[in-house]
């Protein structure tokens, strides 16, 4: 050691905007056990948020100061890294923040000393570094400057990018975290930090995600979890981390299910979906199609799902609202559809064939429509829906919301809906509304 390492780490970065997701690493370490792959988890401390007590991989925020440990980093330089993370500069910051935290709270330093030495932090030259770990948390410390006096360089070769997850909306603390994998170097071993972490385990991926453990994991855990237990050992792993391939973005948004809130991933119906009916992330509105549960999708547009997957649209407010497809002719939908009417039914559409046109018309007293392609009808103070062709035959017909610029289709929602211009929604025939593909 050439000298006292006292130098303080950069001023903090200031706080985002509320609702920004800040910058933040993780690290996925693994090694080979007897009983094949297992990966390093650490319990976090309670501190009062919905991390709190979750077993986690190790990560934390980037700090100013990671920039300039640049210099000291091998394998990757950062124009490799911003390549890699899709980002113009400054890629590098999350590999030295991933490594940084690494240390920091698990108690492992992807290092080399010396003249590309692996960095042995079991023998008694070790000491000294580890007793730096709790300094550099609390700031009192730069890992830069832990570098230059130890001679220290930062092997960010060893760390391979595989996951990129930010946090929903509405989440009170907000990351946006790019996962790496790393093999857990010889001459290393893991402790928690009793500060962060409160405590560690070493479990095969399949052990984790299984119904036995008890342990709470993060909806990212488990989905990187899940990824790594396709491989039996820390080689076939490797191989496939160094591989080329996209790493997608993964922003899940909250949503409602019978079990409470929860994260919704862009592979889930409702996906799409969410950002239309509760952009602020509140966690209000339900994941799952619920039957003949009034759904809103606007302040004027509700939604309510048959027993039999068929959707039924009403448009309108108190002064009056319209009707588009009454589906199901069963009694309990009809009559969920007018108790769901925020005011009285005038107006009966229909997308193609509905038979249950006839059947509401005799609750409601309502006119049943039958608009020609290009007719503009109003069907509420301030509503006005455009009638366009579709496809189906000369009785088919989708109508667009002008306003709200919500098409309804009659189509499931997994088939493919011609583009029309002023159309930002469709609300299908069956299943969650998506946003148009132009």
């Not at 990966?39 to 300039?68: E, I, Y």
């Not at 023998?123 to 948390?137: C, F, I, K, N």
């Not at 009559?335 to 064939?353: K, M």
Request: proline residues 8%; hydrophobic residues 45%; glycine residues 10%.
């Amino acid at each position: 050691m050439c000298g006292t390492v006292t130098h303080p780490r950069d001023i903090a970065a200031p706080m985002p905007a509320p609702g920004i997701p800040r910058p933040a690493a993780t690290i996925v370490v693994v090694r080979d056990a007897p009983g094949g792959l297992e990966v390093l988890l650490l319990r976090r401390a309670d501190k009062g948020d919905h991390n709190s007590g979750a077993w986690v991989f190790p990560g934390g925020l980037l700090d100013p100061a990671d920039r300039r440990c640049h210099a000291f980093c091998d394998g990757v330089d950062d124009a490799r890294a911003s390549a890699l993370l899709a980002l113009p500069d400054g890629a590098l910051d999350y590999y030295v923040a991933a490594i940084r935290e690494s240390f920091e709270e698990a108690g492992i330093l992807f290092a080399t000393a010396g003249a590309g030495q692996p960095l042995d932090m079991l023998v008694d030259s070790g000491t000294p570094l580890a007793a730096l770990r709790a300094p550099l948390h609390r700031g009192e410390v730069a890992l830069a400057e832990v570098c230059r006096d130890f001679g220290l360089r930062l092997a960010a070769g060893q760390l391979f990018y595989i996951a990129h997850w930010v946090t929903p909306v509405g989440r009170a603390k907000r990351f946006d975290t790019r996962f790496f994998l790393a093999v857990l170097p010889p001459g290393q071993a893991s402790s928690h930090d009793a500060l962060e972490t409160v405590d560690h385990v070493w479990l095969r991926p399949a052990q984790a995600l299984s119904a036995e453990n008890s342990r709470r994991l993060m909806t990212p855990t488990r989905s990187v979890l899940a990824t790594i237990g396709r491989f039996d050992d820390a080689a076939a792993l490797l191989a496939w981390a160094r591989s080329p391939r996209e790493v997608v973005t993964v922003a899940p948004r909250l949503g409602r299910d019978r079990d409470g809130v929860r994260p919704v991933q862009q592979h889930e119906p409702a996906w799409e979906e969410l950002a239309l009916v509760d952009p602020q992330g509140r966690g209000t509105a339900w994941c799952e199609l619920r039957p003949d549960e009034p759904a809103p999708l606007t302040a004027r547009v509700l939604r309510v799902a048959a027993g039999d997957g068929s959707n039924s649209y009403l448009l309108g407010d108190a002064s009056g609202c319209t009707v588009i497809d009454p589906g199901s002719v069963d009694d309990r939908h009809l009559e969920a559809l007018i108790a769901a009417a925020p005011g009285p039914v005038r107006a009966i559409l229909s997308t193609g064939d509905q038979p249950a046109a006839q059947a509401l018309q005799q609750r409601t007293g309502a006119k049943v429509m039958q608009p020609a392609a290009g007719d503009d009808l109003t069907v509420a103070s301030g509503l006005t829906l455009r009638v366009l062709p579709a496809a189906g035959g000369a009785a088919h017909r989708a109508y667009l919301l002008v306003e709200e610029k919500i098409l309804f289709s009659g189509a499931p929602s997994d088939l493919t809906v011609p583009a029309h211009p002023g159309v930002d929604w469709i609300a299908p025939g069956r299943g969650f509304a998506r946003a148009a593909r132009h």
